[in-house]
């Protein structure tokens, strides 16, 4: 079954309740699997994990670095470890780690960030990665990935387990809802088109933004500009082929991501469309600046990301193709 959007969005799983659920099912078939917490283990609801199966459950406490290590010693032995712990401490603080210890030793390390960008609320700019998964693209050999909804986030995890590297991945440990039918496939390296339209591409990524965007949509609709809405939750490998093709069907493309758009995924997508299909390019997410402590509703509003922000800025880039 391909992927397949929901006429009607309702709540599923919260991501980290789904990533609980998915990795206790893979540890049950898989006995390579070992799943490290960062003192997170209340924060994912791995506990369920660490009580029936201790011997392959490991609390390594607040010391990341140590983390990608032990990991990294794990894979080079046959077992397949996942990582996690918030996303700026287990990308800024162990950088080195994951691209000597892990990638440049082609190992097989899984590991899972929570909390990108303005969805580390009231934890602060300490805890607010705008920068992760730009760090994380740059290291050779990474996968960089980032789901949009519970079951995007349940065959992303499935999928992680089949296939040997390196992998990132930007969890929004709150986001819940159901954007995909159960039971939909998708490739890494390929996004989804969501919504047909002629116009301007809209690419997004994560689940906070996707759900701007389609409110963007909606919006645009109502102005007579017909916005086509493309999932892209694989930052690296991404799909070149789908960016040609908005590229040649619409003329112009709009990024929307919960990062700095210096280096991120409105990077990506740019460095793909200046190789093969110039378009006007406008950019939606954080203008190079640090978090603060804040609700999500302030912080999209603060940091550019919401709806009319895409709105705004979908109308500039088709003015700009016009021009």
């Known amino acids: 079954m391909r992927a397949v959007m929901r006429q009607n969005f309702e709540k599923g799983n919260l991501l980290r309740d789904q990533y609980a659920e998915t990795m206790y099912e893979l540890m049950g078939e898989d006995s390579r699997i070992i799943l490290m917490e960062a003192d997170m283990i209340a924060c994912d609801n791995t506990g369920k994990i660490f009580r029936d199966y201790p011997e392959r459950a490991i609390e390594c406490g607040i010391q990341e670095a140590n983390m990608i290590g032990v990991a990294a010693g794990m894979s080079s ?29 082609g190992l097989n390390v899984k590991i899972i960030g929570s909390d990108p960008g303005i969805t580390a609320q009231a934890n602060g700019g300490t805890h607010m990665p ?30 992680m387990v089949k296939e040997y590297g390196v992998f990132y991945v930007r969890m929004e440990r709150k986001a819940n809802i159901k954007i995909y039918e159960d039971g939909s496939d998708f490739e890494i390296g390929k996004g989804v088109q969501l919504t047909e339209g002629s116009d ?21 609709k109502g102005d007579g500009i017909s916005a086509r809405l493309v999932d892209m939750f694989s930052w690296k490998p991404i799909d070149e082929e789908l960016i040609a093709k908005c590229a040649a069907e619409t003329g112009c493309f709009v990024t929307v991501e919960n990062h700095n758009v210096m280096g991120g995924f409105g990077s990506a997508v740019a460095e793909v ?29 603060q940091y550019g990301l919401t709806a009319k922000d895409i709105v705004d800025a979908a109308r500039k880039a088709v003015l700009r193709k016009h021009d």
């Open 77 to 105: 032995v046959g077992l397949i470890p996942f990582c996690h712990s918030f996303g700026p401490f287990v990308t800024r603080r162990v950088a080195d780690q994951v691209c000597i210890s892990a990638a440049y030793a």
């Open 200 to 220: 301007v591409t809209i690419f997004a990524t994560g689940a906070h933004c996707l759900l701007e965007s389609f409110e963007a949509v909606k919006a645009l």
């Open 273 to 301: 469309a200046v190789r093969h299909c110039p378009v006007p390019m406008e950019f939606v997410g954080v203008e190079d600046r640090f978090g603060q402590v804040g609700t999500k509703a302030y912080l999209a509003e």
């Open 130 to 159: 705008f920068e992760d998964g730009a760090m994380m693209r740059s290291i050779s050999g990474v996968t960089v990935l980032e789901p949009s909804c519970p079951v995007q986030y349940d065959w992303m995890l499935r999928e």
